[in-house]
T-cell receptor, first 117, second 114 residues
């Protein structure tokens, strides 16, 4: 079974621009969570989507948003980029109780490395 | 909200020795505790997890212990090998109904010296 995939793997943007990152969960997984990883703040939860609905949100400004499609693929968007948004953005999926799956075990993708200049 | 503290931040051991990483959590409602290994340029990889109804779990050279009363849990790696060198993260989560949010520790850089 293929793992979580994220595109693109690397991205360079300038301040003020916006960016969209994509995540495809493990086949059959319905929950997708997003995390930001930086050297200073570590791994921080952004939000979680299930059945196209955001059901949990971390403490990030409204410039960070996301959505989930009917096939469980998810995108996150960051508008008006700031230098501090430079980070590794990680997506994780979980099965939500499907047969053979542990409902809350999260499996991570390789991440998208965003650099804001 | 939940707060997870992880120690030590760096750990060097000789190949074949054991390594222990410790974490404490603040929210007594947390009931799920995974450990992740992250190698350079990769996303975190789940290596073992434990739930609050279990005190210890083993998987080959890796074990995790949980003390709910003291609100701490530990990762034990025995017979360490150079390929165990990576950053290890502990995490805690309250898993109920619609809530899914992992709170991570700050990470431990493990170096296994050949």
């Amino acid at each position: 079974k293929a793992g979580v995939t994220q595109t693109p793997r690397y991205l360079i943007k300038t301040r003020g621009q916006q960016v969209t990152l994509s995540c495809s969960p493990i086949s059959g997984h319905r929950s997708v969570s997003w995390y930001q990883q930086t050297p200073g703040q570590g791994l921080q939860f952004l939000f979680e989507y299930f059945s196209e609905t955001q059901r949990n949100k971390g403490n990030f400004p409204g410039r960070f948003s996301g959505r989930q499609f009917s096939n469980s693929r998810s995108e996150m968007n960051v508008s008006t980029l700031e230098l501090g948004d430079s980070a590794l953005y990680l997506c994780a999926s979980s099965s939500e109780g499907l047969a053979g799956g542990r409902r809350d075990t999260q499996y991570f993708g390789p991440g998208t490395r965003l650099t804001v200049l | 909200g939940e707060n997870v503290e992880q120690h030590p931040s760096t750990l060097s051991v000789q190949e074949g020795d054991s390594a222990v990483i410790k974490c404490t959590y603040s929210d007594s409602a947390s009931n799920y505790f995974p450990w992740y290994k992250q190698e350079l340029g990769k996303g975190p990889q789940l290596i073992i997890d434990i739930r609050s109804n279990v005190g210890e779990k083993k998987d080959q050279r890796i074990a995790v212990t949980l003390n709910k009363t003291a609100k701490h849990f530990s990762l034990h790696i025995t017979e360490t090998q150079p390929e165990d060198s990576a950053v290890y993260f502990c995490a805690a989560s309250f898993s109920s109904g619609s809530a899914r949010q992992l709170t991570f520790g700050s990470g431990t850089q493990l170096t296994v010296l050949p």
